[in-house]
């Protein structure tokens, strides 16, 4: 069974950054597609962002583009979004989540996505 634990949500700001970090046991991280959803009170969840499994291509929703970096480090079992410029409607609770196949491609359906993290709550304040 796999484990996603984020960490690193928060208040701040807007124009103020973070960055989340989702940590994820197991021995075979780097063989699956990573992303990061998120949801808002009252919406349905959407696609942030997605990596590759070596890390050298990401994939963005036009609306974090250019302000929101995917990265992962392969050794620590962990995935991270730096989030710059913030703007209050970036509020939402966050999640890490892992490709349901490993070795494919990047992914941006929720639904080729099978592990998910509990969340962390990111709030951007005016």
């Known amino acids: 069974q796999v484990q996603l634990v984020e960490s690193g949500g928060g208040l701040v700001q807007a124009g103020g950054s973070l960055r989340l970090s989702c940590s994820a046991s197991?021995?075979?991280?780097?063989?699956?597609?990573m992303g990061w959803f998120r949801q808002a009170p009252g919406k349905e969840r959407e696609f942030v962002a997605t990596v590759s499994r070596s890390g050298d291509s990401s994939l963005y929703a036009d609306s974090v583009k250019g302000r929101f970096t995917i990265s992962r480090d392969n050794a620590k079992n962990t995935v991270y979004l730096r989030m710059n410029s913030l703007k209050p409607e970036d509020t939402a609770v966050y999640s890490c989540?892992?490709?349901?196949?490993?070795?494919?491609?990047?992914?941006?359906?929720?639904?080729?996505?099978?592990?998910w993290g509990q969340g962390t709550q990111v709030t951007v304040s005016s």
């Open positions: 989540a892992r490709a349901k196949i490993s070795f494919s491609g990047l992914k941006w359906y929720g639904d080729e996505y099978n592990y």
């Open positions: 197991g021995r075979t991280f780097s063989a699956y597609v």
